[in-house]
C-alpha cells in the first residue's frame, strides 16, 4: 500500500495529481470529476480513523512545496505502525504531473 499526500493507492489505482480512468488522466478541473472528488474528502478524513489498523508497511510520498503543513504529515505517519517517509523537491500538490518519472518509480518500487 502507497498512501500518497494522504490519499490511499493500489496499483492499480492511482489518485493524487491526476485520476487515472482506464489509463487516461482525467482533469480535476473537469466538474464532474471535481465533484466526485469533494464528495470523497469527508471519507479520506474519516479514513484517517483506521490507519492505526494498516498492518503493512506504508510509504508516504508528499512535496516539499505541497499544501499539507508539516504537522499533519508527522501526525499521519504516527498513526501507521511501519512507515517510510519520502518528499519530492522542488515539487508542488501535484507530484504525478510535475515529477512522473520520479512518481512511478516509487509505485513500481512500492509493489
Do not use: C, Q
Not at 491526476?18 to 471519507?43: C, M, Q, T
Request: proline residues 6%; charged residues 25%.
Amino acid at each position: 500500500m502507497l498512501i500518497v499526500g494522504e490519499i490511499v493507492t493500489f496499483p492499480s489505482f492511482f489518485l493524487g495529481a491526476a485520476i487515472l480512468h482506464n489509463h487516461a488522466p482525467v482533469s480535476l478541473s473537469d466538474p464532474g470529476v471535481a465533484r466526485a472528488v469533494y464528495r470523497s474528502l469527508k471519507g479520506f478524513v474519516k479514513a484517517r480513523d483506521r490507519y492505526r489498523d494498516v498492518a503493512v508497511p506504508v510509504t508516504l510520498v508528499y512535496s516539499d512545496e505541497d499544501w499539507s503543513r508539516p504537522a499533519e504529515r508527522e501526525h499521519v505517519a504516527d498513526l501507521l505502525a511501519e512507515v517510510e517517509r519520502i518528499t519530492l523537491p522542488d515539487t508542488g500538490h501535484f507530484s504525478a504531473l510535475e515529477r512522473p518519472n520520479e512518481v512511478a518509480r516509487i509505485l513500481r518500487r512500492s509493489n
